[in-house]
């Protein structure tokens, strides 16, 4: 399932802090900014309505770290979630299954920015496209989507990421302030 949260900013930080883990808290208090915190409280947030939803767990997860950095739930490996903020959106996706999810809004972005990550059959469809940024974000959140799925994250070769699609399963939404996507594997 998808939860989302684009209102972020209507979120109470001192309320939030209340209701997640102490883990969860004191990430949260490293951001410098009121939005970084308000951030990482609403993906999480995210994820325990979903946990309370679908699995009836009510207490606020802990979590591990797998090599790659990606968050497990600790004593629920059957649970799988992956998650990601821009700007004012919030996005959880939780699945039986591994799932990578990445969301991007509207910013500016460069002609060197879409060489180094597009290959050229992508950077011919973003010329080509009506709306090139949004034909941009939804390459891009699919190709952070998959790399989140697989654990790799954010890597060198970003042109090769979508290469292989039978790989993967992609579901992509594209909305008036945000675009997403949530890979999972066939």
Not at 22 to 45: D, T
Not at 46 to 65: A, H, S
Not at 126 to 142: C, D, G, V, Y
Not at 149 to 159: A, N
Request: net charge negative; hydrophobic share 40%; proline share 5%.
């Amino acid at each position: 399932m998808i939860y989302l949260n684009d209102h972020t900013e209507l979120l109470d930080i001192e309320d939030a802090l209340k209701k997640v883990s102490e883990q969860r808290r004191e990430q949260a208090l490293k951001f410098a900014h009121e939005s970084g915190r308000r951030l990482s409280l609403a993906v999480y947030l995210l994820l325990m309505e979903g946990l309370q939803k679908e699995y009836g767990i009510t207490e606020p997860p802990v979590f591990d770290y797998l090599e790659g950095g990606k968050p497990v739930i600790k004593g629920h490996p059957e649970i799988h979630f992956n998650f990601s903020h821009s700007g004012k959106v919030a996005l959880c996706a939780i699945d039986s299954q591994p799932v990578g999810a990445d969301v991007e809004t509207p910013r500016k972005i460069t002609p060197s920015l879409i060489a180094y990550t597009m290959n050229r059959e992508e950077q011919a469809l973003i010329a080509s496209a009506p709306e090139s940024l949004t034909a941009f974000l939804a390459l891009w959140t699919k190709k952070e989507a998959v790399l989140k799925l697989t654990g790799e994250g954010i890597r060198s070769d970003l042109k090769t990421v979508l290469s292989h699609p039978e790989l993967f399963s992609i579901e992509t939404v594209i909305k008036d302030n945000y675009v997403y996507s949530i890979a999972k594997k066939p």
